[in-house]
C-alpha cells in the first residue's frame, strides 16, 4: 500500500492485482492484472513501479495527477481535437469561450512582454 498523488491510495495484492483509488470518494481510477503474487510496489520520480515475483511488471506514469486543470484540458485538446457530435466524431479547434483557452492566450501575452 502507498500514498499516491493528490489524494489517491495505490494497492498491490498477492493475487496480481494493482490499482489506484481516489481516497475521497473510494472511486477506482485504475487497475491492472500481473502475473503472480506483486514483490515491490514503488513511486519514484512520478512513476508507478508494480513488480510480481514471477517477473511480471507494469509501469505507470503519475505525472497527470499533479497537472493543473488547464494544462491537463490543453493537452487533452493537443492529443484528441474531437467531440462528439451529432452521433459521430468531429475534428474541431479549441473552443474560443473556454477558461482555459482563455488563460492560454494571458500565460502567452504576459511571456510576450
Not at 41 to 49: A, D, E, G, M, T
Amino acid at each position: 500500500m502507498l500514498e499516491g498523488p493528490r489524494g489517491t491510495l495505490v494497492l498491490g495484492y498477492a493475487n496480481g492485482q494493482v490499482g489506484i483509488w481516489d481516497l475521497e470518494n473510494g472511486a477506482r481510477l485504475e487497475i491492472a492484472k500481473l502475473h503472480g503474487p506483486l514483490t515491490h510496489l514503488r513511486i519514484h520520480q512520478q512513476k508507478l513501479y508494480a513488480v510480481t515475483e514471477l517477473g511480471d511488471y507494469l509501469v505507470w506514469d503519475l505525472s497527470i495527477f499533479r497537472a493543473d486543470y488547464c494544462s491537463l484540458v490543453r493537452s487533452l485538446w493537443d492529443k484528441v481535437p474531437v467531440v462528439w457530435q451529432a452521433g459521430r466524431p468531429t475534428l474541431l479547434p479549441r473552443p474560443e469561450e473556454h477558461r482555459c483557452r482563455t488563460s492560454q492566450l494571458h500565460a502567452s501575452k504576459v511571456s510576450d512582454r
